[in-house]
T-cell receptor, first 114, second 114 residues
């Protein structure tokens, strides 16, 4: 049973417009949510995170929104640039007796057209 | 520069053969992780280690083994018991084991069966 889901496998956006990537989760015990960006044949790169006690975190062109009642988070990229084209993974952290465990969604491929 | 180094980038395994994937980090991070990524899917946790000489199984540990004899190194052995080893393997590390301390990834090793 997938605890973290990204229901859109791909998204295409025009350069300069807003990109919105969505992520849903089922476990209300997750305490942190993270977004990673991945280019082909490379490891994921950390982008931005948000604590479960907040509803918004912003870093430059990237903003993450968290709606705990809906168990939904989204990543907004404004303005989108061709270099943003990559696969984006959301991940949720659950701190338990065994430390930091990350659960990843399946990823969304973003294509930003010039 | 500090970072995580995985080697080799590509690896081929014969039937019945064990192979070992290397992961080295010079970030002075305590925690290290191994993930597997299959095409079109998210990352799944194989093993993780919070400190030297200690490690725990993740969600898909069967057919894999690890060791953590040094803080900098966390090699993964894919044994012959792993019947479907073809995948992209990612190593990660984090400074601690809290969700607020994001995991940083190497560039991965792609393992294929001959």
């Amino acid at each position: 049973d997938q605890q973290v889901k990204q229901n859109s496998p791909s998204l295409s956006v025009q350069e300069g417009r807003i990109s919105i990537l969505n992520c849903d989760y089922t476990n209300s015990m997750f305490d942190y949510f993270l977004w990673y960006k991945k280019y082909p044949a490379e490891g994921p790169t950390f982008l931005i995170s948000i604590s479960s006690i907040k509803d918004k975190n912003e870093d430059g062109r990237f903003t993450v929104f968290l709606n705990k009642s809906a168990k939904h988070l989204s990543l907004h990229i404004v303005p989108s640039q061709p270099g943003d084209s990559a696969v984006y993974f959301c991940a949720a952290s659950l701190f338990g007796n065994a430390g930091n465990m990350l659960t990843f969604g399946g990823g969304t491929r973003l294509m930003v057209k010039p | 520069d500090g970072g995580i180094t995985q080697s080799p980038k590509y690896l081929f395994r014969k039937e019945g053969q064990n192979v070992t994937l290397s992961c080295e980090q010079n970030l002075n991070h305590d925690a290290m992780y191994w993930y597997r990524q299959d095409p079109g899917q998210g990352l799944r946790l194989i093993y993780y280690s919070q400190i030297v000489n200690d490690f725990q199984k993740g969600d898909i540990a069967e057919g894999y083994s690890v060791s953590r004899e040094k803080k900098e190194s966390f090699p993964l052995t894919v044994t012959s018991a792993q019947k479907n080893p073809t995948a992209f393997y990612l190593c990660a590390s984090s400074i601690g084991d809290r969700g607020s301390q994001p995991q940083h990834f190497g560039d991965g090793t792609r393992l294929s069966i001959l």
